[in-house]
């Protein structure tokens, strides 16, 4: 039973360029949320989606958008890239966040390292 | 809205004796608690959730956690470290009303534990 898959594992990119990164959920979760952990700290919530909607939304600019496909895979965008970007990014997966009211763990990825030059 | 406070960043203990790491918790809904691992450059393990059914909650490997509401608390507690145990240890509450479906996460503990 596969667990959340992320690719890639590392990025590097400059400062203005656009980035996708992409998300496998667990087999069974119909839910994905994506976070940013920053060197030392630990993981900002960036946004959720459920049913191929965004259904809840950090405190992230416009630049991070995403998509959930009908698979339930899922793609984290950022546009514009700045220096504070470079971060670990998670994937997490989870069934029915509605249905359970937040008491369904979310199960996470290993993550992307993006850094940025 | 919800928070948690890990009161201590970092904490060192011997293999073999007890490890204790604290958590305070903020949440005007009755919360959903977790405890999550991180070894270094790989994701989240979940260790243990606590969701209104038993206070003590056992988890993986040894690892157990009490829920206390009347000190806002949910320690996490091992009886004895073992070098891997040692790693980031995260204390998160889960979002409730406006917040639904974001987990909360504390700053992080560093574990550290001496042979």
């Known amino acids: 039973d596969a667990g959340v898959t992320q690719s890639p594992t590392h990025l590097i990119k400059t400062r203005g360029q656009q980035v996708t990164l992409r998300c496998s959920p667990k087999s069974g979760h119909d839910t994905v949320s994506w976070y940013q952990q920053a060197l030392g700290q630990g993981p900002q919530f960036i946004f959720q989606y459920y049913e191929e909607e965004e259904r809840q939304r950090g405190n992230f600019p416009d630049r991070f958008s995403g998509h959930q496909f009908p698979n339930y895979s899922s793609e984290l965008n950022v546009n514009a890239l700045l220096l504070g970007d470079s971060a670990l990014y998670l994937c997490?997966?989870?069934?029915?966040?509605?249905?359970?009211?937040?008491?369904?763990?979310?199960?996470f990825g290993d993550g992307t390292r993006l850094s940025i030059l | 809205a919800q928070s948690v406070t890990q009161l201590d960043s970092h904490v060192s203990v011997s293999e073999g004796t007890p490890v204790l790491l604290r958590c305070n918790y903020s949440s005007s809904y009755s919360p959903s608690l977790f405890w999550y691992v991180q070894h270094p450059n790989k994701g989240l393990q979940l260790l243990l959730k606590?969701?209104?059914?038993?206070?003590l909650v056992k988890g993986i490997n040894g690892f157990e956690a009490e829920f206390k509401k009347s000190e806002t608390s949910f320690h996490l507690t091992k009886p004895s470290a073992h070098m891997s145990d040692a790693a980031e240890y995260f204390c998160?509450?889960?979002?409730?009303?406006?917040?639904?479906?974001?987990?909360?996460f504390g700053q992080g503990t560093t574990l550290q534990v001496k042979p």
């Open positions: 998160v509450v889960s979002g409730r009303g406006s917040n639904t479906g974001k987990l909360i």
């Open positions: 606590y969701t209104s059914a038993a206070t």
């Open positions: 997490a997966s989870s069934l029915n966040y509605q249905g359970a009211y937040g008491n369904q763990p979310q199960h």
